[in-house]
């Protein structure tokens, strides 16, 4: 079994914090780059974050500050710390695998999603 899986949502209130996980299951990720994405229901998914094979990280500027990705390749594991959350930050987050050094066999793979709702 190869997949993606997410955990850390749930519900707070404006200005509390959550960290997410996006853990490698059958397969090592060490290779791939791995970007989180975020969907309200009948909205376009929005890109939030990514990090490289490298550890290079990049961040939205509608999170940019709040939010720091991160990665702990020991535990196949890259999270999302998200600060100061904010109401628009509501909605399902996901994890993907991305990137050229990254196998076909495991590239665009999407994880289950996550639910943040922050009110």
């Known amino acids: 079994d190869v997949q993606l899986v997410e955990s850390g949502g749930g519900l707070v209130q404006p200005g509390e914090s959550l960290s997410l996980s996006c853990t490698a299951v059958?397969?090592?990720?060490?290779?791939?780059?791995i970007e989180w994405y975020r969907q309200v229901t009948g909205m376009q998914r929005e890109w939030v974050s990514s990090?490289?094979?490298?550890?290079?990280?990049y961040h939205a500027d509608s999170v940019k500050g709040r939010f720091t990705i991160s990665r702990d390749k020991a535990r196949d594991t890259v999270y999302l710390q998200m600060n100061n959350l904010k109401p628009e930050d509501t909605a399902m987050y996901s994890c993907?695998?991305?990137?050229?050094?990254?196998?076909?066999?495991?590239?665009?793979?999407w994880g289950q999603g996550t639910q943040v709702t922050v009110s």
């Open positions: 993907k695998t991305a990137g050229p050094y990254c196998s076909n066999r495991y590239l665009d793979l």
């Open positions: 059958g397969f090592t990720s060490k290779n791939c780059d």
């Open positions: 990090i490289r094979r490298s550890g290079t990280i």
